[in-house]
């Protein structure tokens, strides 16, 4: 679908970067800004052109508001209009979708994104998604006198070679939690539905937030992009029975503001125009060789079972869901109708879901299959009812 993602403070802004940098130029990514009131972190960004960032909040000095979640929603109140209008230069009249990314734990991100979502809800018919960090605990606690956030963080730092970038320490936030929470309530009265990302059950043990979120940025951009950017086929794909669409995703992710968590898994397979079992062009016939069907039906199965019961965006407890989306993609011969059919069987019984939505996402020249699981309308999960607890 055309989406229109717009990352908001520092982690927002690296995520929009970092989609800027791997996924310019695909069809999905209709629109991209990064919008901050903190100058620094803007110059940071590497990939997303100079037009596409844009510092708002005279207020603020040009600089981060410190986990001051008042004054972002202040300076959000007051900026959203321009923040829209900010976002006209990428017609985002043409977008089928807006996500809205953002550290649910800091300010000027997550204090401007409920008014902005708001304010692109009254001028476009267009679902608006949050995508948002959940802090870790590291970030609530005391800091160590001597600055790095672990141990970890200092051999990280010690360890780097001359010309290696230095690992970014963890910023003490000590309100990250219940700035989360606030962001999260205000999210979801504003939004179609809020996908939250939980940081700290990504980290492996010993790393610390700031030395892994490149890797986890990179995690959360690759879910991103498999959701929002499955179904969008290059024009004169030969297309299955049923691709994606806006609409699918719109149907099972709702619109009340309901949390949304998303699995993903891929499996390499062969691209059958390469491996023909019988030899490339013994017959000189040029139609694409078949896949073996028992090889198919498998890859399908085992990357549905992944993306179902592998590492979630947030842990669902007993991975219920009221609806889940299946998407399954990859080179359209090795898209196995039955196999497909058995998973969305199976997926139900699983999630105990009554709704399961599916689509297909053919990439012609793909050497993977990809299944997307989204369960929406979960029960709550512990950590956002740990975080939610911090204000009562
Ligand atoms: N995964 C990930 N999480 C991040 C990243 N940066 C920050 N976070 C998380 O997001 C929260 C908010 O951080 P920022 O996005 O830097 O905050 P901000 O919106 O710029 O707010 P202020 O700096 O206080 O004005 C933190 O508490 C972290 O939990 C990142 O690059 N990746
Ligand atoms: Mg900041």
Known sequence: MRLHVI???????????????????????????????????????????????YRFGDAAGGDGLEGDLHAGRRLGDAHASELGRAMDDQQPSVAEAFLIVVGLGGAAGAGAAPALAAELSRLYDAPVYAFGFLPTHDETEEPDDDGPRSASDAAAGAAAAPGDEPVPSTPHRPLAERNAARTLDALSDECAAVLPFDN???????E???????????????????????????????????????????????????????????????????ESKFGLGLFGSSEPAEVDTSAAVSAIETVIRKAARGKNTVEVPEGRADRTLLVVGGPPAWLNREAIAEGRRWLAEETGSDAILSGDAPVPDGEEVFAVVVRSGVDEPDRIREIRETIG
């Open 208 to 274: 610390t937030l700031g030395g892994a979120r490149d890797r986890l940025n990179e995690v959360a951009v690759e879910r991103i992009a498999a959701l929002f950017g499955a179904g969008e086929t290059p024009e004169g794909t030969a297309t299955p029975q049923q691709v994606l669409d806006a609409s699918d995703v719109a149907r099972a992710a709702g619109s009340d503001g309901e949390i949304a968590v998303i699995g993903h898994a891929t499996q390499a397979v062969e691209p059958p125009e390469k």
């Open 7 to 53: 990352g908001l403070g520092g982690a927002g802004g690296r995520i929009a970067d970092r989609l800027a940098g791997d996924h310019d130029g695909d069809p999905f990514l209709a629109g991209v800004h990064a919008f901050d009131t903190d100058m620094d972190a803007l110059g940071a960004l590497d990939a997303l052109g100079e037009e596409r960032r």
């Open 200 to 206: 700290g059950a990504w980290l492996r043990p010993s």
